[in-house]
């Protein structure tokens, strides 16, 4: 996908974001990010903690297994709240576009995976057998670990070190 259509679907999700054109903006785009990122994933665990008191009165491994989810949920917001903010991209003079071009899609890709995340979590419905419900449950918990693989690629990027 180019670099231009990444920024227009970011820009579409994210108010205000300006893709990392200009200098002065930089942390303020990574702040936005973020926070928007954040903002979905701290919806998807308020989801998920409703769920769980439902979930303890019909089926208690069902409870566990979200409580699970809902831990990984806090993980990667707390990841995302306390990434650096000082370091590397922002520091440098003049920031190479291969690199913003690779922050653009790591940043497209985390926003994807957390809209994905929010979509499983509304979709997990009590309704759902129950073999059905933990299958969701487990896809749903994956793909947050895919997510958090991204925040550590988007902090080595933005720390400077690219990873493959």
């Given at each position: 996908m180019a670099a231009s259509t990444l920024l227009e679907k970011l820009e579409q999700v994210i108010p205000g974001f300006h893709g990392y054109r200009q200098r002065?903006?930089?942390r303020e785009d990574d702040a936005l990010v973020?926070?928007?990122v954040v903002s979905m994933l701290d919806g998807a665990r308020g989801r998920v903690e409703r769920m769980i008191a439902v979930m303890k009165k019909k089926n208690i491994g069902a409870a566990l297994r979200l409580d699970d989810l809902r831990l990984e949920l806090i993980k990667a917001s707390q990841m995302l709240k306390h990434a650096k903010?000082?370091?590397?991209?922002?520091e440098k003079g003049e920031v190479d576009e291969r690199v913003l071009e690779e922050l653009l899609k790591c940043d497209y890709e985390l926003v994807h995976l957390a809209l994905r995340v929010v979509e499983r979590v509304i979709?997990?419905?009590?309704?759902?057998?129950?073999r059905e419900f933990m299958d969701k449950l487990n896809e749903t918990i994956n793909i947050v670990y895919e997510l958090e693989s991204c925040i550590k690629r988007r902090e080595d990027i933005i720390s400077g070190f690219?990873?493959?």
């Open positions: 002065a903006l930089l973020r926070e928007k903010r000082d370091a590397g991209l922002f979709n997990l419905s009590m309704s759902l057998e129950d690219k990873t493959a």
